[in-house]
T-cell receptor
Framework: SAVISQKPSRDICQRGTSLTIQCQVD?????MFWYRQQPGQSLTLIAT?????????ESGFVIDKFPISRPNLTFSTLTVSNMSPEDSSIYLC??????????????FGPGTRLTVL | DQQVKQNSPSLSVQEGRISILNCDYT??????FLWYKKYPAEGPTFLIS?????DKNEDGRFTVFLNKSAKHLSLHIVPSQPGDSAVYFC????????????FGPGTSLSVIP
């Protein structure tokens, strides 16, 4: 079955810096999403990564803080900009249309655990 | 406003017994429901789903029951195994993978050998 990978798997960053997280799928997918899971909380959708156009952001999330790119059907990046300790979370990408998977289901990458000091 | 609720943050069950995880939702527009399992340091893994046209879906040891009138669904695991120990997320959407999926807060299941 297809594989979803994320880089880095974890990072510790200083306040005010930015981190770019990569999501790579080994087959083309229809849709890609970015989620955040803050400590002790559930998964919250940040945005839908649209191939070749601007991402669609959920309420409470803005492009300046979380710029997203999706240059093709297998790859996306999420940048967490000007980080503060409140950004410490697990960031997850998910995809739809995964080869070998159900067409009606999102499949998740392993996540990136970010700690901001 | 939490649209998907899992009122039990944690559950402990003896190995071999049944685990029942509950989920309630408030949005009557939801018509597709999913359960994901998450181990520490891993992403959520899709477990089982159910469409609102059904009231039961079974896959091996896992069965999901949907009661639309009560806006309630449950996941049954029989028999429970130690490897089932994980956080289970209930999720709901408007019916297609293109719709926003709303996740519940999760229930941490511990299966005791």
């Amino acid at each position: 079955s297809a594989v979803i990978s994320q880089k880095p798997s974890r990072d510790i960053c200083q306040r005010g810096t930015s981190l770019t997280i990569q999501c790579q799928v080994d087959s083309q997918v229809t849709m890609m999403f970015w989620y955040r899971q803050q400590p002790g909380q559930s998964l919250t959708l940040i945005a839908t990564a649209n191939q070749g156009s601007e991402a669609t952001y959920e309420s409470g999330f803005v492009i300046d803080k979380f710029p997203i790119s999706r240059p093709n059907l297998t790859f996306s990046t999420l940048t967490v900009s000007n980080m503060s300790p409140e950004d410490s979370s697990i960031y997850l990408c998910s995809v739809v249309g995964l080869a070998g998977g159900r067409t009606d289901t999102q499949y998740f990458g392993p996540g990136t655990r970010l700690t901001v000091l | 406003d939490q649209q998907v609720k899992q009122n039990s943050p944690s559950l402990s069950v003896q190995e071999g017994r049944i685990s029942i995880l509950n989920c309630d939702y408030t949005n009557s527009m939801f018509d597709y429901f999913l359960w994901y399992k998450k181990y520490p340091a891993e992403g959520p893994t899709f477990l089982i789903s159910i469409s609102s046209i059904k009231d039961k879906n079974e896959d091996g040891r896992f069965t999901v029951f949907l009661n639309k009138s009560a806006k309630h669904l449950s996941l049954h695991i029989v028999p429970s195994q130690p490897g089932d120990s994980a956080v289970y997320f209930c999720a709901a959407s408007g019916g297609t993978s293109y719709d926003k999926v709303i996740f519940g807060p999760g229930t941490s299941l511990s299966v005791i050998p």
